[in-house]
């Protein structure tokens, strides 16, 4: 089977640095992407690991260790329309099949 | 255009209405997908069609029946629904499915209420 796990919550500070950490188990992994849900929103892609190492696009930047089955979401200079719900996703060897974990809601406070 | 659009944003039905969504792309992705999301829940994925053919049902009940009439069009025919259907109906798209391996398109999604 497959399974994600993500935290539920993660609540942090405008202008500081938040780590959201995806550890997951699945036959055949391909590679882990990370999207991002505003409230009432449709999920909008982010990230994607299919190596080890960490990819870095802008104030977003996304690690993956495949020995370890752990990655994680790295959002620097939090700004209030961070808040939003971020989600891991895991892929295998069955094309185009996404597996999303449960989902970190993320709340930026002023 | 990097739109996927959703028809209708919200939907009320009864159990033995028959209803479609649908959904569109202009994007020249020739692989599309139905999830369903519940609230504060992950989407859970239904379908995926390539290149016009179903390439995945994921034990979807036969009450959600999907069609992909051209490569830019992906309906989903709803037909005696249960409440528990109630929830938000995300289509997505991505270039092809290895691409949809990673980068999906998400539209915004159809409401649906089932009474």
């Known amino acids: 089977g497959q399974s994600l796990e993500q935290p539920s919550e993660v609540t942090a500070v405008e202008g500081a640095i938040v780590q959201i950490n995806c550890t997951y188990q699945t036959s055949g992994f391909y590679g882990l992407s990370w999207y991002q849900q505003h409230d009432g929103g449709a999920p909008t892609f982010l990230s994607y690991n299919g190596l080890d190492g960490l990819e870095e696009t802008g104030r977003f930047s996304s690690f993956l260790s495949r020995s370890d089955s752990y990655g994680y979401l790295l959002l620097q200079e939090l700004q209030m329309k961070d808040s939003a719900s971020y989600f891991c996703a895991v892929s295998n060897n069955q094309g185009g099949k996404l597996i999303f974990g449960q989902g970190t809601e993320l709340s930026v406070k002023p | 255009d990097t739109e996927v659009t959703q028809t209708p944003k919200h939907l009320v039905m009864g159990m033995t209405n028959k209803k479609s969504l649908k959904c569109e792309q202009h994007m020249g992705h020739r692989a599309m997908y139905w999830y369903k999301q519940k609230a504060k829940k992950p989407p859970e994925l239904m379908f995926v069609y390539s290149y016009e053919k179903l390439s995945i049902n994921e034990s979807v009940p036969s009450r959600f029946s999907p069609e992909c009439p051209n490569s830019s069009l992906l309906n989903l025919h709803l037909h005696a629904l249960q409440p528990e259907d109630s929830a938000l109906y995300l289509c997505?798209?991505?270039?092809?499915?290895?691409?949809?391996?990673?980068?999906?398109?998400f539209g915004p999604g159809t409401r649906l209420t089932v009474t």
């Open positions: 997505a798209s991505s270039q092809d499915l290895i691409s949809g391996s990673y980068e999906q398109y």
